[in-house]
């Protein structure tokens, strides 16, 4: 095997055309121990085409070869011809030695292209011949896990445990934590957590244990998790947002504010931290600061409606209509009409005193909002002030309706109707 050995060292060392030219020199006159461990070592390094090559010499040789088969398969594979290497798993033997690994293989392939129930049978079969080999009920678990199954990826994953906690690089108590999580029993997956980063801190499992811990309502808990993988890598953009949504669970907003500030120095595109973060400038008082977040997360994404209705939303407490008039109008440029959008629109022109085009934006806002309250009431009062009685009385009698002991809308409908 000499030969080979120098081709790997070759390769290492960046001398391909050196290399190539053994290589050739295998293929051509190799013998075929030489011929299939070469094969086996490209194939690793990455040169599939010419592992294959070697393969199909070697299946001349040894057409029914099941391991040469599944070499070939793996090989097509890689390259990206999954059809090509479904046929040649087809042709195994059952009863050769590698014909459950084909199985596998096979399973993958179909999992890839969304045959699940293929995939499931093919697995189950190769499950039927060994059926205490952990690999087959991890792929399971991982099958089952892909579709949503989750009481059976738990099941198959608790199978592998009691061989051994990891499984070709994957923590199969993180597996099972992630899957009890996404089923909503967050305390079960935290104590999996635990057990999962006793093994390994792994970066992903701990952001996966933090977010837990912050949907299950153990908010200091997240805290110290987030913080964790913070310290492992600032630059895990996911962190951030939700990090400071349990630090202002925790009523620590100027943390949960500067947690904020942080995560944008790392994602200075993300248009939801900015949000947030305008968010928590309302809530310290800081409107200034609010609004210069809410207008980072527009001119991030011009068409981000939640930032407008927001925007609209202090810009009213300030009176300042002009400016709701604006964000009004680069939103219908955009051929965008969000129901809130159009209400502030109302609110904004009847600011401004003009009355009809307020009547027009009410009316039209009228149609997605006439079971709200707070928009009824607000549409009532501009009726009212208008003179158009009889219309208010329309709205006073459904605000009526939808709360009978109001005195308010009582005193209202009597003053409406007694003249």
């Given at each position: 095997?000499?030969?080979?050995?120098?081709?790997?060292?070759?390769?290492?060392?960046?001398?391909?055309?050196?290399?190539?030219?053994?290589?050739?020199?295998?293929?051509?006159?190799?013998?075929?121990?030489?011929?299939?461990?070469?094969?086996?070592?490209?194939?690793?390094?990455?040169?599939?085409?010419?592992?294959?090559?070697?393969?199909?010499?070697?299946?001349?040789?040894?057409?029914?070869?099941?391991?040469?088969?599944?070499?070939?398969?793996?090989?097509?594979?890689?390259?990206?011809?999954?059809?090509?290497?479904?046929?040649?798993?087809?042709?195994?033997?059952?009863?050769?030695?590698?014909?459950?690994?084909?199985?596998?293989?096979?399973?993958?392939?179909?999992?890839?292209?969304?045959?699940?129930?293929?995939?499931?049978?093919?697995?189950?079969?190769?499950?039927?011949?060994?059926?205490?080999?952990?690999?087959?009920?991890?792929?399971?678990?991982?099958?089952?896990?892909?579709?949503?199954?989750?009481k059976?990826?738990?099941?198959?994953?608790?199978?592998?445990?009691?061989?051994?906690?990891?499984?070709?690089?994957?923590?199969?108590?993180?597996?099972?934590?992630?899957?009890?999580?996404?089923?909503?029993?967050?305390?079960d997956?935290?104590?999996f957590?635990?057990?999962?980063?006793?093994?390994?801190?792994?970066?992903?499992?701990?952001?996966?244990?933090?977010?837990?811990?912050?949907?299950?309502?153990?908010?200091?808990?997240?805290?110290?998790?987030?913080?964790?993988?913070?310290?492992?890598?600032?630059?895990?953009?996911?962190?951030?947002?939700?990090?400071?949504?349990?630090?202002?669970?925790?009523?620590?907003?100027?943390?949960?504010?500067?947690?904020?500030?942080?995560?944008?120095?790392?994602?200075?595109?993300?248009?939801?931290?900015?949000?947030?973060?305008?968010?928590?400038?309302?809530?310290?008082?800081?409107?200034?600061?609010?609004?210069?977040?809410?207008?980072?997360?527009?001119?991030?994404?011009?068409?981000?409606?939640?930032?407008?209705?927001?925007?609209?939303?202090?810009?009213?407490?300030?009176?300042?209509?002009?400016?709701?008039?604006?964000?009004?109008?680069?939103?219908?440029?955009?051929?965008i009409?969000?129901?809130?959008?159009?209400?502030?629109?109302?609110?904004?022109?009847?600011?401004?005193?003009?009355?009809?085009?307020a009547?027009?934006?009410?009316?039209?806002?009228?149609t997605?909002?006439?079971?709200?309250?707070?928009?009824l009431?607000?549409?009532?009062?501009?009726?009212?002030?208008?003179?158009?009685?009889?219309?208010?009385?329309?709205?006073?009698?459904?605000?009526?309706?939808?709360?009978?002991?109001?005195?308010?809308?009582?005193?209202?409908?009597?003053?409406l109707?007694?003249?």
């Open positions: 095997m000499e030969r080979v050995n120098e081709i790997i060292h070759l390769l290492e060392n960046g001398d391909q055309q050196k290399a190539l030219e053994y290589y050739q020199d295998i293929l051509n006159t190799g013998n075929n121990d030489e011929r299939f461990m070469l094969g086996e070592e490209l194939l690793q390094l990455g040169f599939l085409e010419e592992a294959k090559n070697l393969f199909l010499v070697l299946l001349e040789a040894y057409p029914e070869e099941g391991e040469l088969l599944v070499l070939i398969a793996e090989t097509e594979m890689e390259i990206g011809n999954e059809e090509i290497a479904i046929s040649y798993l087809e042709k195994m033997n059952p009863n050769d030695p590698s014909y459950p690994q084909g199985l596998l293989l096979l399973a993958d392939l179909y999992q890839m292209d969304g045959l699940y129930e293929v995939s499931e049978r093919k697995l189950l079969e190769a499950k039927s011949i060994l059926p205490e080999e952990p690999i087959i009920d991890f792929a399971l678990g991982e099958l089952y896990a892909e579709q949503g199954r989750i059976d990826a738990i099941q198959a994953y608790q199978l592998v445990l009691p061989k051994g906690t990891v499984v070709g690089g994957v923590n199969i108590n993180g597996r099972i934590a992630d899957n009890l999580s996404a089923g909503g029993a967050f305390e997956a935290l104590t957590y635990e057990k999962a980063i006793e093994d390994k801190v792994e970066i992903n499992t701990l952001f996966n244990f933090a977010l837990t811990a912050l949907q299950a309502g153990l908010y200091t808990r997240a805290i110290n998790r987030f913080e964790e993988v913070k310290a492992l890598d600032p630059s895990y953009h996911s962190l951030y947002l939700y990090l400071a949504r349990a630090y202002e669970h925790e009523e620590l907003l100027q943390e949960a504010y500067n947690t904020v500030v942080e995560g944008i120095k790392q994602d200075e595109f993300n248009k939801d931290l900015f949000l947030y973060g305008g968010k928590l400038g309302l809530k310290l008082g800081d409107e200034k600061s609010a609004e210069a977040n809410f207008r980072e997360a527009l001119a991030i994404d011009p068409e981000f409606t939640e930032a407008v209705s927001l925007l609209n939303k202090l810009f009213l407490t300030q009176d300042r209509f002009e400016d709701i008039m604006e964000l009004v109008e680069m939103m219908e440029k955009q051929d009409e969000e129901p809130q959008i159009v209400w502030d629109a109302a609110r904004a022109f009847h600011g401004l005193e003009k009355y009809s085009e009547l027009n934006k009410y009316q039209l806002a009228y997605f909002f006439k079971e709200l309250p707070d928009f009431y607000d549409y009532g009062y501009f009726l009212l002030e208008e003179g158009k009685r009889e219309d208010a009385a329309e709205i006073f009698n459904k605000l009526l309706e939808l709360d009978p002991s109001n005195e308010e809308y009582i005193e209202i409908m009597h003053r109707t007694d003249n």
